[in-house]
């Protein structure tokens, strides 16, 4: 019965480890806060590189407003003009990042901006991976039971107002999920 207690202490202090490296521990930081996003809505001009459409520009102004965004020290954004425009009013520092490199984005982040206020941009494909990159989570429950094993999470092309929320703060992982100008709504406003 003690050998069976030994494994079940080891399993769960493995699992404690594992959660806390990928929340902030492997590079020293302890202390973190980042805000994750698609870019918003998208012009259909038919190039590769397209900008933010009319209404994209106007959410950009309004998303920089929202009280939440007034204390974000550093944003960071792909090299496509969509991306950097969601973030173009927001006051703070901004650098380009590579989209196809989300581990070098997190220890960039808890290098350089570790006890900070970050947002990233990216996009539909990318976002999920930066989500569990900076220790998120998603899962996926059938009939009341979460299945055992993560799921692989792609963001609707559509889908241009979740707002992931990752928090590492007292050693404790925090997640968000904000949703951007709720449906119905003329107003753009978080709603959690």
């Given at each position: 019965?003690?050998?069976?207690?030994?494994?079940?202490?080891?399993?769960?202090?493995?699992?404690?480890?594992?959660?806390?490296?990928?929340?902030g521990?492997?590079?020293?930081?302890?202390?973190?806060?980042?805000?994750?996003?698609?870019?918003?809505?998208?012009d259909?001009?038919?190039?590769?590189?397209?900008?933010?459409?009319?209404?994209?520009?106007?959410?950009?102004?309004?998303?920089?407003e929202l009280?939440?965004?007034?204390?974000?020290?550093?944003a960071?954004?792909?090299?496509y003009?969509?991306?950097?425009?969601?973030?173009?009013?927001?006051?703070?520092?901004?650098?380009?990042?590579?989209?196809?490199?989300?581990?070098?984005?997190?220890?960039?982040?808890?290098?350089?901006?570790?006890?900070?206020?970050?947002?990233?941009?990216?996009?539909?494909?990318?976002?999920?991976?930066?989500?569990?990159?900076?220790?998120?989570?998603?899962?996926?429950?059938?009939?009341?039971?979460?299945?055992?094993?993560?799921p692989?999470?792609?963001?609707?092309?559509n889908?241009y107002?979740?707002?992931?929320?990752?928090?590492?703060?007292?050693?404790?992982?925090?997640?968000?999920?904000?949703?951007?100008?709720?449906?119905g709504?003329?107003?753009?406003?978080?709603?959690?």
């Amino acid at each position: 019965m003690r050998f069976l207690t030994a494994i079940i202490a080891t399993a769960t202090l493995t699992l404690i480890d594992t959660s806390a490296q990928a929340a902030g521990e492997v590079n020293g930081c302890k202390d973190y806060d980042v805000f994750i996003l698609r870019h918003l809505e998208k012009d259909t001009d038919g190039t590769k590189d397209p900008g933010l459409s009319q209404l994209g520009k106007v959410n950009a102004k309004k998303l920089a407003e929202l009280s939440v965004f007034n204390n974000i020290n550093h944003a960071f954004y792909t090299p496509y003009k969509r991306t950097y425009e969601t973030l173009e009013f927001i006051d703070a520092e901004k650098s380009v990042y590579d989209p196809s490199e989300p581990q070098q984005l997190v220890r960039t982040v808890k290098d350089k901006h570790c006890g900070e206020t970050v947002v990233i941009a990216g996009h539909s494909n990318t976002v999920p991976e930066l989500v569990t990159a900076f220790g998120g989570s998603f899962t996926v429950s059938y009939a009341g039971q979460n299945l055992s094993y993560s799921p692989s999470v792609s963001l609707d092309e559509n889908d241009y107002g979740s707002v992931f929320r990752v928090t590492f703060h007292n050693e404790r992982l925090h997640q968000q999920l904000y949703q951007l100008n709720p449906k119905g709504k003329s107003k753009m406003q978080l709603r959690k």
